[in-house]
């Protein structure tokens, strides 16, 4: 069972990006998923999520700047993100919450002020 995020990239302050992780067979419409990240030196954190019935969450960081969003047809999970800083450098992976998938490799976003 492979997760696959992608769309990362480098930015600048204010910008915006939307992440993309595909995910395996009936997933998103069984577990609650999230996307989380992680900044060098730093534990991983979950900054959003979203049950199987469609209901999000976000940590305080985070709220009023990202989206997090599903195609359960397509299998994905997306993080739109909007107004980075450059606090929001790291890694950003997507897995279950609770955590019960293999991660995978991640996706880098690097905000430059």
């Known amino acids: 069972v492979q997760l696959v995020e992608s769309g990362g990239d480098l930015v600048q302050t204010g910008g915006s990006l939307r992440l993309s992780c595909a995910a395996p067979?009936?997933?998103?419409?069984?577990?609650?998923m999230g996307w989380y990240r992680q900044a060098p030196g730093k534990q991983r954190d979950l900054v959003a999520s979203?049950?199987?019935?469609?209901?999000?969450n976000y940590a305080d960081s985070v709220k009023g700047r990202f989206t997090i969003s599903k195609d359960n047809a397509k299998n994905t999970v997306y993080l739109h993100m909007d107004s980075l800083k450059p606090e929001d450098t790291a890694v950003y992976y997507c897995?279950?919450?609770?955590?019960?998938?293999?991660w995978g490799q991640g996706t880098q976003v690097t905000v430059s002020s």
């Open positions: 897995n279950t919450v609770p955590v019960v998938l293999y």
């Open positions: 067979g009936s997933i998103l419409s069984t577990y609650t």
């Open positions: 979203i049950t199987n019935r469609g209901s999000t």
